[in-house]
């Protein structure tokens, strides 16, 4: 068990670029999760897997942003012509089936910092 | 809907003190609640959990949590503090089923635990 990988650590990128960002789920978690984190806050729910499918968008996920996760295995976000206001950690989790609640202990990467000019 | 409150943005406390992190969540159904760890620059790490059972739950590193539905509350506290223990700390709730099926975490804005010598 090597945890929730997330790539890259840190980007930067002039607005209006797109960028995209890669994390890697504890392997047989079939559930992953996609989190923003501006500074001072807590993380915000972005979108939800099961397996390939996805199953849930946040209202804060706008037009530009996609996320995939072919396979069911490792998942990308995806921002399309960044603004500065896309500056913030972008954070990935995943969590087992399991029953009896242990299926909503998410665990977490250390997520990719990403800063727009 | 769902929501926490961390009622302290920032708590200063000396190094061996005892320490209290609060902590209360709204909430319609039944919940699932959780603590979170974060260190510069990194992800999250779990604290500790309570799904059901004891309402007093410990974790690692020596933090405990008690769970208080009648005054929708969960504080964490820890009787001795190092200097390892300055991060900051989110509260999370999640609707508690017994179905499996997945819930995405509601978190708060987070307390900044300084430890001073």
């Known amino acids: 068990d090597t945890g929730v990988s997330q790539d890259p650590r840190h980007k930067i990128t002039k607005r209006g670029q797109n960028v995209t960002f890669r994390c890697d789920p504890i392997?047989?978690?079939?559930?992953l999760y996609w989190y923003r984190q501006t500074l001072g806050q807590g993380p915000e729910f972005l979108t939800y897997?099961?397996?390939?499918?996805?199953?849930?968008k946040s209202r804060l996920l706008s037009d530009r942003f996609s996320a995939e996760r072919p396979k069911g295995s490792f998942s990308t976000l995806e921002i399309q012509r960044t603004e500065q206001g896309d500056s913030a950690m972008y954070l990935c989790?995943?969590?087992?089936?399991?029953?009896?609640?242990?299926?909503?202990?998410?665990?977490f990467g250390a997520g990719t910092r990403l800063s727009v000019l | 809907a769902q929501s926490v409150t961390q009622l302290d943005s920032q708590v200063p406390v000396f190094e061996e003190a005892p320490v209290e992190l609060r902590c209360n969540y709204s909430s319609s159904v039944s919940v699932y609640l959780f603590w979170y760890v974060q260190y510069p620059n990194q992800g999250l790490q779990l604290l500790l959990k309570?799904?059901?059972?004891?309402?007093l739950v410990k974790g690692i590193n020596g933090f405990e949590a008690e769970f208080n539905k009648s005054q929708t509350s969960f504080h964490l506290r820890k009787p001795s503090v190092h200097i390892s223990d300055t991060a900051e700390y989110f509260c999370?709730?999640?609707?508690?089923?017994?179905?499996?099926?997945?819930?995405?975490?509601?978190f708060g804005a987070g307390t900044r635990l300084a430890v001073h010598p």
């Open positions: 897997f099961q397996n390939e499918a996805q199953l849930e």
């Open positions: 392997s047989e978690h079939n559930r």
């Open positions: 309570y799904l059901s059972g004891s309402t």
């Open positions: 989790a995943s969590s087992p089936t399991a029953g009896q609640g242990l299926g909503n202990i998410q665990y």
């Open positions: 999370a709730v999640t609707e508690g089923r017994f179905s499996g099926g997945y819930n995405k975490l509601i």
